[in-house]
């Protein structure tokens, strides 16, 4: 009887994770047992690798009286989900003798089925570039994930149908014709190709609003939270979903970032994310969908949102609770999550889109529908939104009835592609000043405190604007220089060197009244 050794990985939050598995037989009653803080899911491939090895023409585990221990390394790693079917199979088969070869600088992946084909697993691309950096020479996994895992460069990938597959290709010894003539072959590297996006509502289908197709030219251009509220129809959910076509396109890191992100969660189907996402929870969405989370912290919408737009329609009406756990990612671009088991930092750079209409029956201040609510429904539906969470949202525009002759008439506004360009201009004005300044950050709502003293400079009537109007409007110092960030960016947008009058005097009328 005798030992092997192979190698495997798994998702540890948002990165990969190196796992060694190796394999101990020894005589005596039968017995398989897997150790290294193994859950569920990893338990129960003993029966599934069984079965696998069964069905790919070698006698089954349980057909021998042996002893079998799989030990997962480092044991005080849990480990989690069906990554490692496809090594532990491997491992008993080599140390078994049914098969040969070099285990040493080979990483396996792959969920089994019972017949011995590979399923797709989550995540192949941050076990590619975890396998990379730690020196792997070679990946073999299913064949669904192997476009994924192929735009990571360095490193070469086999995709695979099954575990009959992986052994013809690897096995040295080449003893036993398989049924399957050919080898698999070399995963060809991935290369980013910007598909044609599948077009949603466009803004010149969109009649009137054009303050609030303005506020959102300069949301997409500085990266500025906004929030739309007016009567229920009036569209704010056409306007945000027709908002996210504004942003410009990825680059290739940003690919691998989001699609590495969305591949940890599952939502990718071996496919990369070309386009800033679009995450649009229910107002009924738990606290923990929502930020992520779990006993060992996975990452929530507020990650899956990452380098794109986070609507939340009717706003006031999520939980409190929810609502209030925006304020880091809001403010910082990143979510803590601590917990018993774990602790984590996501990445949670988006742009926040808020819709809510100005009452729980949507009517007050409606010159055609009387509102019904009571005054204890509209002062709960006030609290929703604390003073922070306001002053966090740069842009509040107000989306008012469209006059029904407007409604009935051509579009004929200006098309999402024209402001588009219009943003990506903007978007890499800002990008020369950063990097001319040293700064690794790409859009003015990033800027900081110190960033603003350095690189915006106001003139003195300019400041003297901006200070008599932040006295009247009572702002705080995180609103007074937010203001400032989106007078930065409507300079940009007008290719303005500097900050004028007219940019600030725009920028102060985004801001909430003290009495609303």
């Known amino acids: 009887m005798s030992f092997a050794k192979v190698y495997s990985a798994q998702v540890n939050l948002l990165q990969g994770a190196i796992v060694t598995i190796e394999v101990d037989l020894s005589r005596g009653l ?35 009286n042996q002893k079998i221990i799989v030990s997962l390394s480092p044991a005080d790693l849990k480990k989690e989900g069906p990554f490692f079917d496809l090594a532990i199979a491997l491992s008993y088969m080599l140390a078994a003798g049914d098969i040969k070869f070099n285990s040493e600088k080979k990483i396996f992946l792959g969920e089994l089925g019972l017949d011995g084909t590979l399923r797709r697993i989550r995540g192949a691309l941050p076990l590619a570039q975890e396998a990379q950096r730690m020196g792997f020479e070679e990946i073999y996994l299913p064949k669904e994930n192997a476009v994924e895992a192929a735009l990571v460069e360095g490193i070469k990938i086999f995709g695979a149908n099954s575990l009959e597959e992986v052994v013809e290709h690897i096995d040295e ?45 300069i949301a997409a251009a500085g990266g500025h939270n906004i929030a739309m509220y007016g009567p229920p129809g009036t569209g704010k959910t056409m306007l945000a979903r027709a908002f996210s076509q504004l942003l410009p396109d990825l680059n290739i890191d940003e690919v691998l970032e989001i699609t590495g992100i969305h591949s940890v969660a599952g939502n990718t189907r071996g496919e990369l994310v070309y386009f800033p996402p679009f995450r649009s929870p229910h107002h009924t969405a738990s606290y923990v969908s929502i930020i992520g989370g779990g006993t060992y912290p996975k990452p929530g919408e507020v990650t899956l949102a990452h380098r794109g737009v986070l609507f939340l329609d009717e706003f006031p009406e999520f939980e409190k609770r929810v609502i209030e756990s925006l304020r880091q990612p809001l403010e910082d671009n990143i979510v803590s999550i601590s917990r018993a088991k774990g602790s984590a930092v996501f990445p949670s750079n988006f742009i926040l889109v808020a819709a809510m209409n100005p009452c729980p029956c949507g009517n007050a201040g409606s010159k055609q529908k009387a509102c019904i609510c009571k005054p204890s429904d509209l002062d709960r539906y006030k609290r929703k939104l604390s003073g922070p969470i306001i002053d966090r949202i740069d842009l509040w525009v107000s989306v008012g009835n469209v006059d029904y002759k407007k ?102 009328q985004y801001r909430p009244k003290v009495n609303s």
Do not use: C, W
């Open 407 to 508: 409604l009935g008439g051509e579009g004929n506004g200006e098309r999402s592609e024209k402001i588009k360009e219009r943003v990506t201009k903007a978007r890499k004005i800002q990008k020369n000043r950063f990097q001319k300044f040293g700064k690794n950050i790409t859009t003015n709502s990033e800027m900081n405190v110190k960033d603003l003293s350095s690189m915006v400079k106001l003139d003195g009537k300019v400041r003297d604007l901006l200070d008599d109007s932040a006295e009247q409007l009572g702002l705080s110092a995180r609103a007074y220089h937010r203001v400032i960030k989106i007078a930065r960016t409507i300079a940009d947008l007008e290719n303005s060197p500097e900050v004028g009058e007219n940019h600030i005097l725009e920028a102060i």
């Open 173 to 217: 010894r080449k003893k036993v014709v398989q049924k399957l003539p050919k080898k698999i072959s070399l995963q060809p590297k991935t290369r980013v190709n910007y598909k044609k996006e599948v077009k949603g509502a466009d803004f010149s289908d969109i009649r009137g609003q054009e303050g609030a197709k303005r506020g959102l030219e």
């Open 30 to 64: 039968h017995t398989f047992s897997v150790v290294g803080l193994p859950d569920k899911a990893v338990d129960e491939s003993k029966d599934r690798v069984s079965g696998a090895v069964k069905n790919s023409g070698y006698q089954s585990p349980k057909a021998k």
